[in-house]
């Protein structure tokens, strides 16, 4: 497909565990965002790479949260030891460069730490 | 910091008949960009509309139009001729012009709902 997949799309996890979300940007695509969406609230940002560069991680919450994007396509995004406030949809997005450029968003993963 | 406001939790609209959905938000930028996404149930979020600051001239897509007073900060987003399938979390965004990121700052969204 065209579009930005994520997966994946629901996610249960324990209360410590560590869980991955993966996200599939459009190729060729130069930009990534991860977004945090808790429930019935707009998204927040959590973190921008470019290509494989991550340029800012000014909104990850804790260092329990990690993301990476190894060869500037596919990016990872990792939370260690999850709590229940971890519990949200994380979206991401891409675009094909920054500025003005529109951002095609995933549709999410559903995380809930129980 | 910037942030966008939408006051509107819900609204709801009969069906072929105009809503407007209201934001504002708070910059000391001159130069910035404003977008409206909508987010139906099933959660991707899609562009429906995106207005460059700079530009006097109010951004129109189809049924969708902006109506944006910079001296506000207001950026309202109008739907003409509403449709069953406009039912859907509306969200207002910022992002700021220039630099190398490009995050875009979410208001809380309103839930749109179209009556037939």
């Known amino acids: 497909g065209a579009g930005v997949s994520q997966s994946p799309r629901y996610k249960v996890a324990k209360r410590g565990q560590d869980v991955a979300l993966r996200c599939d940007p459009i190729s060729g695509h130069v930009s990534l965002f991860w977004y945090q969406q808790a429930l019935g609230q707009g998204p927040e940002f959590l973190t921008y790479f470019q290509n494989e560069a991550q340029l800012d991680k000014s909104g990850l919450p804790s260092d329990r949260f990690f993301a990476e994007r190894p060869e500037g396509s596919v990016s990872t995004l990792k939370i260690q030891r999850t709590q229940q406030e971890d519990s949200a949809v994380y979206l991401c997005a891409s675009s094909l460069f920054g500025g003005i450029e529109t951002q095609y968003f995933g549709p999410g993963t559903r995380l809930l730490v129980l | 910091a910037q942030t966008v406001t939408q006051s509107q939790p819900e609204m709801s609209v009969q069906e072929a008949e105009t809503v407007t959905l209201s934001c504002t938000y708070d910059t000391s930028e001159s130069d910035y960009y404003l977008f409206w996404y909508k987010q139906p149930p099933s959660r991707q979020m899609i562009l429906v509309i995106r207005?460059?600051?700079?530009?006097?001239q109010n951004a129109t897509e189809n049924r969708f139009s902006v109506n944006f007073q910079k001296a506000a900060k207001s950026f309202s987003l109008k739907i003409s001729d509403s449709q069953l399938g406009d039912a859907a979390m509306y969200f207002c965004a910022y992002r700021a012009y220039g630099g190398s990121q490009g995050n875009l700052i979410f208001g809380k969204g309103t839930k749109l709902s179209v009556k037939p």
């Open positions: 207005q460059e600051a700079y530009k006097q």
